[in-house]
């Protein structure tokens, strides 16, 4: 349930970024992903961890980056720059291959972790960069740019690091 709610709060923030509200679209975002963090921690102590839980919680994830991202490019979209909006598509695309290239490793039985941006640092940086920038101060674009660069380096490391324990 808690997951559930935590994504369901994550595409109200979302919709709310996506209308130009981006301060509390931004809050209302990191108060979903702080649910999301609260879920797994909650499951883990309550002896309540499933495997489906586990993938419903994966999926929630992806499916809630996803969201604030299309959000924030449809709002792009309404104060016309096509940079930001294909910045912001390429760090979206990046955000999706670093949970993958985690699941890949574990799959085959290496460490899957690494890197400067997971999906923590991912989320305060979104929060911040926006949330500021609904206060009229000027951090979108650094933000986004930020973003767009350290989860493309943070899927090279990962890759490069993988690649290594593969080892083939």
């Not at 792009?76 to 910045?87: F, K, N, Q, S, Y």
């Amino acid at each position: 349930m808690i997951t559930l709610l935590g994504f369901a709060i994550t595409l109200v923030g979302a919709f709310l970024i996506g209308f130009g509200r981006l301060t509390l679209g931004a809050g209302v975002v990191g108060f979903g992903a702080l649910l999301d963090v609260l879920d797994g921690v909650l499951a883990r102590l309550t002896g309540a961890e499933t495997r489906r839980g586990a993938l419903l919680d994966s999926f929630t994830d992806r499916l809630g980056e996803v969201a604030m991202w299309t959000g924030l490019a449809y709002h792009l979209g309404t104060v016309p720059d096509p940079t930001l909006v294909t910045v912001s598509i390429v760090a979206v695309c990046g955000a999706l291959l670093v949970p993958f290239l985690r699941a890949k490793a574990e799959s085959d039985g290496v460490e899957g972790r690494g890197g400067l941006l997971g999906r923590a640092e991912r989320l305060l940086i979104f929060g911040f960069g926006v949330g500021l920038s609904g206060f009229g101060l000027p951090t979108l674009h650094g933000a986004v740019w930020i973003l767009a660069v350290g989860t493309w380096l943070t899927v090279g490391l990962r890759f490069r690091t993988i690649w290594r324990q593969l080892g083939e």
